[in-house]
Each structure stands twice: as structure tokens, then as C-alpha cells.
């Protein structure tokens, strides 16, 4: 029979030593070159001729389209490029900005939630509820909402004492729905945790919080490090809705291009320009988990 | 409090989960240096005993004295008496993102404020005793299920407890690695630790054990040593229970 409160399950083990295994960069270039390794040099050749012709196809089929001209210079001009480009990559640097401040205050306050709610005892039940009103609250309102609200409503208000910033406000409703969907993320690690983890912590003599703190949180993160670089990816392209307060980030720029000289190209800027970070980001996410789980799989004796 | 007044008693202890009455009405009383084995079938509440005693059950009613003091007294340190009792569960709990060395000393330098030099000065020499000098350094689940499981007593055992509670710790084990825990529990019942078991190794118990009691129906049935519990049983449950182990070719 497993102990009470655990249904019967092993406790999923989690650890990793990957010190000793290879260094990151020799798996990264082993995964790159995994992806062909099989098959060697036949699969190579196919592999690159299939992807020329597949694409060669779909270009030739959109350039060969009777509007094609027409779209190529509302959205693909070389002139509008080069004009716009210095603008939008200066608003793009304030997307970067925002990006950086909402990623310093996420982690803590969401570390901050999802601890209240997973504390225990009668004593804490006001620090339950107030993390779950947050939650519930701030997932339920769609960020875009949440943007204009904070960002007109408050500094409207002119409360004394708080920043007036449309860019503060901007980043706290960033930071506010980020942090609640970040506490779920914890909370279902910390959920993952057998509970005979925290029954082992807390027989040793440590309070309710070293156990969280020294025994639960350590194996809870390594739960989830990878739905919360996910949650980064797409933190890095919803910092564009703040473009909706009138701040001249990288979106609002190619809008202000675009209504000037009625030429869409300033768009094709900012979306190359958050490409060039979420594409390199989404493919180290990618690896990171690939390496997580098989350093799982074999651990697991 | 006397010398030879016992070293934990319980009183009328009862315990439920919901409807389920698990503990109802234990009572039990312990010596110093006394090896108390607990037996009965699966579900009568061992474990739950066990954690009971450790406070990591709330009980219903009752009590728990640990030196003559209630433990389950309103206003008890639960803390502080949870470092006067060592308890090791049947599966290994070590902490898998620490190394064998910081499983150990956790419980002193964080619950107890001892400096990380004595408390790994302190793990390192009872490491050494149980044969896991050599494994300090290594990740739980890179040694082997017995390693772990001795890890596991020399955590419970870094507090210098007045009282360790193992609960069926070679069950989850490969027949081959129980001998080794065994011989560890051997070592200190030698030493003169008080120690209450929860056990399915019947010929374990006898060995080791300076009482065994029954538990039936969330009441201790009957308590006696060894050689008259196992030869003579005085009930009928007993004997039925010790029958059908021993058919089972556990005894
Ligand atoms: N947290 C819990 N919630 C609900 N029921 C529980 C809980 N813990 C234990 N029980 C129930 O209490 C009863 C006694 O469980 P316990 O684990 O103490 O038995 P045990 O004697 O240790 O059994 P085993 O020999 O199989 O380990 C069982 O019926 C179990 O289902
Ligand atoms: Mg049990």
C-alpha cells in the first residue's frame, strides 16, 4: 500500500545531472545534425530537393498572380524598407524595453501567487483567496482589454502617487495577466510534486515554508521550464498590443508610416523585426525541452 | 516524569479520513530503548499511526505523550517536536534535485540553524557508518533502491531523534537490497534507539523486535514479545493473520 494522501504512485523522478553528460553546445550541434544523421547523405539530397521545388512552387504560384505587382509594392518595397526602417526599429527598441520590464516583474509576483495558494492551515485561507480572486480575475480578462483599461482608466484617475505613464500602465497589464497565467503554470508543478515530498521536508523539523521553499519549489520549476518559456515566446509578441495606448512602439510606427504614405512595407519591417527574435527564441525553447525530456527518460532507472 | 515512565504513550487515539474510521482508539505505550514492531493487514492503519505520531496527521481524539508531554496538545511546537522523531516512509523520499550530502543535512542547518561545515563534518560520519561515504556526492536516483533507503535513515537520524518511526521501508526494495536496510535497523535497535516499525517482515520482527503488536480494526489487538506473540497467539484474528502470512512464506 502507497502512504495516505498519495494514490499509490512512485514519485516521478525528476532529477537531472547534466554536468557530467555532454556539454549543451556538442548536444545542439548533435541535434542539428541529428535530424539528418539516419539516414545520411541519400536523405540529405531528397531532403533539399523536395524543400526547393515545395517552395520554388508556392513562390512561382503567388509572384505569377495578376495582383502580385500590385502587392509587391504596397508590401515589399525597397524604398518604403529603407524609409521606414529606422523608425520602426527605434519603436521596436521600446517593445524590447517593455519585453525586458515585464520580464523582470512576472516571475516574482507569479512566484509570489502561486506560493499564497499553495500554502496550507486556516491561518493562510486569506492569502488563498486573494491569489485565486488574481488569478481568476486577470486570466479572464483578455489582455487587450486589460491594456486599454489600465492604460487610459488609471491615469485618468490620477490617483496620487502612482506613476501616470501610459508605458507603466502598459507593462502592469502585461505583468498582471502574465503573472496570473505564470501562477498556474507553478501551481501545477508544485501540484506535481509527490505529496510524500512535502511530508518527508516536513518531518525533518522545517516550517511549512522552508519545505516549500528548499524542497517543493526546486523540483516544481524543473517541472515546468518549458511551458514557461513557452509563456515567454509569446510574452515577446503580446508586448505589441501596447501599441494600442498611442506608444510608439515598433507597431505604432509602421502605423504612423503606413497612414503617411499609404504603403503597408513598415508592417513587413515590425513583423521581420519580432521574427528575428521569437523564431531564435521558439527553436532554443524547442531544443531546451527536447534535452529536458531525454535527460528524463534516462534518468529514470 | 520518572525514569521508567514510557517514552511514548498513546491514549484513545482515533482517527478518520471522512467516514472511514482508520485509528480507533490506539493505545500503545513505548519504552526507552524498546523495538516495537506493528503488524496487521494491509489498510489497518500503520502508516497512518505512524505519520499520526509524527504529526503529520491531525488525530480526532486522543493523545500522544512523547516524554510525558501531550504532543497533540492546542499550542504544541509541531516543528519542534517533528525534529525529536525521525520517520522514514516505505518509498525512498529522498529529495531528488539534491545530492545525497544535502538530502542528509538539510533537516539540521535548516530546522535546527546548525553551520553547513559540522553538519556535513556530522552526516559524513554516519554516512561513513552505514556505507555511503563514498555515495555523498551522488544524486539519488543514481544509486541504488537500498543506498537510498539508508540515505533515507541516516537523514532521520541526522536530529539525533529520541524516537524513529520506519514505516515498511524495505517493501518498495528488491529482495536482494532488503538484507542491507535490515542490518541497518539491526545496528540500531543494537545501539539502544527506540524505534516503532510498521513491518510486513515477520521474521524481521522477531528478530529485532522487543514487542510486537497487532493492530485489528484500528485497535491494537494484542502486544507481547515476540516469541510469545508469534508461538502463542492469545487471538483468534492474530493467529489467522499469522497463518496466512506464514502461507505466504513471509514468516
Ligand atoms: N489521506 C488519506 N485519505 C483517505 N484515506 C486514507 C488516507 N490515508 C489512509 N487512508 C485509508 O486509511 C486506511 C489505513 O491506511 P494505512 O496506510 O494507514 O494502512 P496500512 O496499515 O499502512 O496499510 P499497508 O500495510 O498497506 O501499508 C486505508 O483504508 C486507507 O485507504
Ligand atoms: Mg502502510
Known sequence: MAEPGRSGSEPVELTERPEEEQPPRGRLLASVSGFFAEEGARAVVVAMVSTIVFFGVAIALVVSSPNWPKLK???????DFSASFPDVLRGFWLNIELFFWAMLVIPVMAMLVAVMRSLRGPA?????LLAVVFTDLFRGIPLYLLIVLLGFGLPALDLGGLPNGVKFWGIAALALSYSAYTAEIYRSGIDAVPESQRSSARALGLTQWQALR??????AVRNVVPALMNTVVSLQKDVALISVLGIRDAVREAEIYTSRTFNYTSYVVATLLFLLISVPLTRFVDWFTGRDRSMRSQSQV | MTDDSPKLVLEGVHKSFGDKQVLN???????DHEVVCLIGPSGCGKSTLLRCVDLLDPIDAGSILLDGVDITRKGVDANEVRRRIGIVFQSFNLFPHM???DNVTLGPRRALGVRKAEAEANAMELLERFGLADKADEYPNRISGGQNQRAAVVRALMGDPDVLLLDEITSALDPELVGEVLSVIRGLAER???MVLATHEMGFARDVATTVSFLHEGRVLESAPPAELFADPRFERTQQFLRRVSEAGRL
Do not use: C, H, K, Y
Open chain 2, 25 to 31: 482508539g490506539i493505545d500503545l505505550a513505548i519504552d
Open chain 1, 124 to 128: 493562510f485561507f486569506p492569502f488563498r
Open chain 1, 214 to 219: 528548499f524542497a517543493i519549489l526546486p523540483q
Open chain 2, 192 to 194: 539502544g534507539l527506540t
Open chain 1, 73 to 79: 509594392s504596397q508590401f515589399f518595397s525597397a524604398e
Open chain 2, 99 to 101: 545530492s545525497v550530502l
